[in-house]
């Protein structure tokens, strides 16, 4: 069936750090794909999306491209805050969501 | 304007026990999802209504695990006969109408701990 794998967390960073949580999916049809966050205390919230092959989400800093040929979905940030603290799940949807397990990242100011 | 959102945040029960869960969508919206968190995983789908109606329940674990939603708005999950295996994070979300790739925004989740 379809799954979705993300690298294990804790990430810790320094403020203004590059970051990358890699992810890849299996998927037997051509899902979208998703980055949800969870702040601690909050509920999940959509971060961004792509829908088709080479689409690029992107928000608030944070981008992914939709890459086919490697069947992945990393999430990308130029320079992370500390605000930027949480749990971020990779996610694909064919009929239903499928997340990954997630990954807590810790910026460090 | 309000999110989605569930009661109680926080359940403690014993083993055995019937337990009630939930979930308030945001007004209009027509699909409501229930997933279930376990600690350190991802959510896992549970059950899908669009309307009034279960569109797909294929994520139930077993037959202790029943959801409703009778008016087409507030959804309840029930679990009879609690396992200690239940504990986790009960988390709702809700869709607008439109297509079935709507976004879906979710509540804050309901805390389970059976002991």
């Known amino acids: 069936g379809d799954s979705v794998t993300q690298m294990e967390g804790p990430v810790t960073l320094s403020e203004e750090a590059f970051l990358t949580i890699n992810c890849t999916y299996t998927a037997t049809g051509y899902p979208s794909l998703f980055w949800y966050v969870q702040y601690p205390g909050e509920g999940l919230q959509l971060l961004l999306k792509?829908?088709?092959?080479?689409d690029k989400g992107s928000n608030k800093g944070f981008e992914a491209t939709y890459r086919k040929e490697t069947t992945s979905f990393h999430l990308e940030k130029g320079s992370v805050q500390v605000s930027d603290s949480a749990v971020y799940f990779c996610?694909?949807?064919?009929?239903?969501?499928?997340f990954g397990k997630g990954t807590r990242l810790h910026i460090l100011p | 304007g309000a999110g989605v959102s569930q009661t109680p945040s926080n359940k403690v029960t014993e083993k055995g026990k019937y337990v009630e869960l939930r979930c308030d969508p945001i007004s209009g919206h027509t699909a409501l999802y229930w997933y279930r968190q376990s600690l350190g995983q991802g959510p896992e789908f549970l059950i899908y209504f669009q309307g009034t109606g279960a569109a797909d329940d294929s994520g139930l674990p077993n037959d202790r695990f029943f959801a409703v939603r009778p008016e087409g708005s507030v959804s309840t999950l029930k679990i009879q006969r609690t396992e200690r295996g239940d504990s986790a994070v009960y988390l709702c979300a809700s869709s607008a109408p439109g297509t079935v790739y709507n976004e879906q925004f979710f509540g804050p989740g309901t805390r389970l701990t059976v002991l």
């Open positions: 996610a694909l949807r064919d009929d239903k969501i499928i």
């Open positions: 792509a829908t088709k092959a080479d």
